[in-house]
């Protein structure tokens, strides 16, 4: 029986309506750059797209103190950062970031897809690393702002985008363990083309066992700097290995799986339905991954969100009766997973019409070649 889909609560608060692009620019005052990116480098930026590696001329900023709330907002030229050596985020990590992507449509508009959903993750990150809230509409501001500055390195074509990077860290100059009182928000922008190199390929996952990203009562749920850096040596070891990238499995029986170094998870069966890791506030909350269990159950899929086990995976991989697994992100997108190992199995999935399917209804609202009935689109400019 096709069970009925309760909003999770970051989907419900990114639901509710917000203000426009017009409504909001302006709230951070532009500071334009003096030495902004010569055309020659700018031109080969565009024309050799990678991910992450290189950014735009300008950076959004603003700042939080116990005393004064948000405050300094501004778009600045992009820079190093001056920090004390004894800022607390470069001692307890304390803190927390955001992906989003805007995307160039042929018509030439600028739109980032669901960011108040980001928004709401944003503050659910923040408020487990007990750092201030930003109001959804300073996030969107700050986004509408900084890509209307740099407008100019949103990138046309298949697969390209500018990667948007919020974050806030912790910059109060003390080295007791409390939360701050001094915090800075930044957003930076990556042009960015995909981030597996090797196209709809399907890339090769190791199972990681002995080592966990998060537990229960941790910081899984949570978008923060120390769940990436604790999945680091378990990569790096799978990548010696020739593999691209992590699945971790839960901490207490390390039966289930959870969730990739940066990415969900989905597994398609041969009766059509598909199974994700359930929220169980260990893994990460993705916005693509509500978004496909979305367009998919409006498709009449049977979605089920539920505890998968690595040994049934593995033995229904073999049988047939899973056809397909793809990982999923913003960065990622839908990304086939074309092998699944670990030091007990190794799995070849094939890359399948499902996959396939989902990548191209959610490309085609992003770029904006099919209508966006849930309203997920957000014009920037
Ligand atoms: C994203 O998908 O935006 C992420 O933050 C994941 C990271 C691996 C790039």
């Not at 991910?51 to 700042?63: K, L, Q």
């Not at 501004?74 to 920090?83: A, D, T």
């Not at 990304?335 to 199995?345: G, H, N, Q, V």
Request: aromatic share 10%.
């Amino acid at each position: 029986m096709v069970t009925a889909h309760v909003p999770t609560e970051l989907e419900a608060l990114s639901e509710k309506p917000v203000a426009s692009a017009s409504e909001l620019a302006g709230r951070f005052p532009l500071t334009r750059s003096e030495h902004p990116a010569s055309q020659a480098h700018y031109d080969t930026v565009m024309k050799e797209l990678a991910f992450g590696r290189e950014f735009t001329d300008h950076m959004a900023h603003m700042r939080w103190t116990q005393e004064s709330g948000w405050h300094d907002r501004g778009v600045i030229p992009y820079g190093p950062l001056s920090l004390a050596p004894a800022a607390s985020v470069l001692h307890y990590a304390q803190s927390v970031f955001e992906g989003l992507k805007a995307y160039r449509h042929d018509d030439a508009s600028i739109w980032i897809f669901r960011p108040s959903y980001n928004a709401a993750r944003l503050n659910h990150s923040a408020k487990r690393l007990a750092l201030p809230e930003v109001e959804t509409e300073d996030f969107l501001a700050s986004l509408v702002d900084y890509v209307r500055a740099d407008a100019k390195w949103v990138p046309e074509g298949e697969g390209a985008s500018l990667y948007l990077r919020p974050f806030m860290f912790a910059s109060e100059e003390f080295v007791g363990v409390h939360p701050a009182g001094v915090v800075d928000y930044y957003v930076i922008g990556s042009p960015s083309g995909p981030y597996f190199t090797a196209g709809f390929t399907g890339v090769p996952i190791w199972v990681v066992r002995g080592y966990h990203r998060a537990g229960p009562g941790g910081t899984g749920s949570a978008k923060c700097g120390g769940n990436y850096a604790a999945s680091l040596m378990p990569q790096q070891q799978a990548a010696e290995k020739g593999f691209s990238q992590v699945c971790f499995l839960d901490s207490y029986e390390e039966k289930y799986i959870e969730e990739l170094g940066g990415m969900n998870m989905f597994v398609v069966m041969a009766d059509g339905s598909v199974r994700t890791p359930e929220l169980s506030g260990v893994i990460l909350e993705g916005g693509t991954r509500s978004a496909i269990c979305r367009l998919l159950r409006d498709e009449g899929v049977d979605v089920r969100e539920e505890r998968i086990g690595i040994d049934d995976l593995v033995a229904d991989i073999r049988s047939g009766k899973v056809t397909e697994v793809f990982a999923c992100g913003t960065a990622a997108v839908v990304t086939p997973i074309a092998r699944l190992a670990s030091d007990d199995f190794d799995v070849e999935v094939p890359i399948g019409e499902r996959t396939r399917h989902i990548h191209q209804r959610l490309t085609d609202i992003q770029w904006g070649r099919a209508s966006d009935p849930y309203g997920w689109m957000y014009r920037i400019d």
